[in-house]
């Protein structure tokens, strides 16, 4: 194969410069690159690039060489006019203003994040400030509170170390909530729903807590069965009717379930605190209330009973 054979074939391919969406800087970086790799020659350099730019851009540098031709221009004459043109040099106030003002973003990673800041400045002109100006903004600018913590209790902390730890705390706090993710279902731990436990009642059963609706102890000794003591929900005593010194049902004492129980007022056996004569003025019990107010008496209470 001969020298201009293997001229021929170049090594990659620029493609045409899109005007309005493509970086200038960086469609001159990738041509000067290419330039180097494919051995082209400086006095190459102008007609190449009025070959590969395309109809477009050539036709806006035209205009904007008038009345020379583009040809007439060196490389670094046209791509000089075309960067004023196209990319104008901000002011430096404004784009510090927008790095200083830049944050990490929720869906953004910390290396995504950098590569925003590390971008940005290259119109900020920070000069040998760029390395602290860089790190300041990365650890300012963190969603992670717990990271920046640990950033703040480093010494002589430069961008190169921020960078990272930074980096390796994200990635430990994603691996954390990955395992906690998959643990937690397949380890079949769920919520356990809390039962209290209930006293018990005479003839050794224990009471149960089912809902509102589930049959319970109460007043004028009640029970889950129709045992005796009571059993069954009885109607309210009528006036004058006994009442049972224990509980205050319309029953003798002696046959009350609740003549066991010990008063947790007085500590004596024999009736139920709404019973005791120490709380006769402030627990005054009607007959006709007895059977109604299911809130004086539950499975709820602390009085205990003497087997």
Same mark, same amino acid.
Do not use: W
């Given at each position: 194969m001969g020298e201009a054979a293997a001229r021929t074939m170049a090594v990659g391919k620029i493609p045409e410069f899109k005007i309005g969406t493509d970086n200038w800087r960086l469609? *001159?970086?990738?041509?000067?690159?290419?330039?180097?790799?494919? #051995? *082209? #020659?400086t006095t190459l350099y102008v007609p190449t690039l009025i070959t590969v730019m395309g109809a477009e851009c050539y036709e806006l540098l035209v205009n904007l060489c008038t009345p020379d031709k583009p040809s007439t221009k060196t490389f670094a004459q046209v791509t000089? *006019?075309?960067?004023? @043109?196209?990319?104008?040099?901000?002011?430096?106030l !404004?784009?510090?203003f927008k790095f200083r003002h830049r944050k990490q973003s929720a869906n953004e990673s910390i290396s995504e994040y950098v590569a925003v800041l590390k971008r940005m400045s290259k119109d900020c002109d920070f000069g040998t400030w760029l390395e602290d100006s860089l790190r300041d903004q990365l650890v300012c600018g963190l969603q992670s509170e717990t990271i920046r913590q640990r950033l703040f209790? #480093?010494?002589?902390? &430069?961008f190169a170390k921020a960078y990272k730890l930074a980096v390796s705390m994200e990635a430990a706090e994603k691996d954390s909530a990955l395992v906690e993710g998959r643990t937690g279902p397949a380890s079949g731990a769920g919520t356990v729903e809390c039962q209290a436990m209930t006293p018990r009642w005479a003839g050794g059963q224990a009471g149960q807590r089912a809902g509102r609706g589930a049959p319970r102890a109460g007043r004028g000794g009640r029970a889950g069965g129709g045992g005796g003591g009571g059993g069954g929900r009885g109607k309210a005593p009528a006036?004058? !009717?006994?009442? /049972? !010194?224990? /509980?205050?049902?319309?029953?003798d004492k002696a046959g009350c379930q609740f003549a066991r129980y010990v /008063?947790?007022? /007085?500590?004596?056996?024999? @009736?139920?605190?709404?019973?005791?004569?120490?709380?006769?003025?402030?627990? #005054?019990? @009607? !007959?006709?209330?007895?059977?109604? +107010? +299911?809130?004086?008496?539950?499975e709820d209470? &602390?009085?205990?009973? *003497?087997?």
């Open positions: 469609y *001159i970086d990738r041509l000067e690159q290419y330039f180097l790799v494919n #051995e *082209i #020659e000089s *006019i075309l960067e004023k @043109h196209l990319q104008p040099k901000p002011s430096i !404004a784009e510090r209790t #480093e010494e002589s902390l &430069d006036r004058g !009717a006994q009442r /049972c !010194a224990a /509980c205050g049902g319309a029953h /008063c947790r007022v /007085c500590n004596r056996q024999g @009736h139920l605190k709404r019973m005791c004569p120490n709380m006769a003025e402030q627990y #005054e019990v @009607h !007959a006709n209330t007895v059977m109604k +107010d +299911d809130n004086m008496f539950s209470s &602390d009085e205990f009973q *003497i087997l």
